[in-house]
């Protein structure tokens, strides 16, 4: 999107405080970080306004506005469709990461980089920390890697990968939002109950994002890699019951079912809880727990709905 300068896109910025970047700035993550800072100068580029992976165009943005900071919301995320197009997911995930590392390295900017739970295999039973073994076991999961490993690579002092999961938002498609449309209707409403994870509200996610990047900026937060999840965990049939019984819905039209029984192309990962031991080390409070942020969350979707 192009507005004024040095607000949610528009001409180069000129004076003395750099702002912030942020690529996808239309999708669900996106939108909500350039709300998240309001009282900051921000460039805000949805994907009409920077291809990431035009290589020319991503390493002219970043010179003309000077950033202090990038936001990497840009993301190939279909997760099935994937399974047939890896290297159109690999073009956006891993290359538009490099590309974007690159800038940053070049123009002296921290780049925060938005990653998934995807890049682990899935059978853990227990949260996994940042400095687990990755493994995954799908296009999407192995292209995001590769993202990862671009901006470590690129940016060993000022790149910072952020992994989340199961995001929700006002904007855009996500299961939170599937979940109050269901809760509206008549009629049963079946949901798997055999993969676990971590419900992530969007806004808390973009709090997340940028008080990491003011703290890397002043040298409290190392580089390396974080978890962006809220805490606890939960199945989707648990989050589809606390949906329905936040809006007063019967949680009983709920009903369990198996991973199996959808028949999806790409597999999803059984346990996807990830632990967020970075967050203590960058001086910073943990995620809050995924039924708070819902309770909190839910008004704000509601008026999207």
Known sequence: ????????????????????????????????????????????LDRRALDVTDADAVREAVAAYRPAVVVNCAAWTAVDEAEAREAAARRVNADGARYLAAACARGGATLLHVSTDYVFSGDANAPYPEDHPTGPRTAYGRTKLAGEHAVRELLPRTGLVVRTAWLYGAVGHSFVRTMIRRAAEEGPVAVVCDQRGQPTWSADLAGLLTGLGRAARHGAAPPGVYHGTNGGEASWYELAREVFRLLGADPGRVRPIRSAELGQRAP?????????????RAGLGPPRHWREALARALPSLLRRA
């Open 268 to 280: 999803r990962p059984a346990y996807s809880v990830l632990a967020h031991d970075g967050w203590r």
């Open 1 to 44: 999107m192009v507005g004024a300068p040095g607000r949610r896109g528009g001409d180069p910025v000129t004076g003395p405080r750099r702002p912030w970047l942020v690529t996808g700035a239309g999708g669900t993550l996106g939108h909500d970080v350039v709300a998240a800072l309001a009282a900051e100068p921000v460039v805000a």
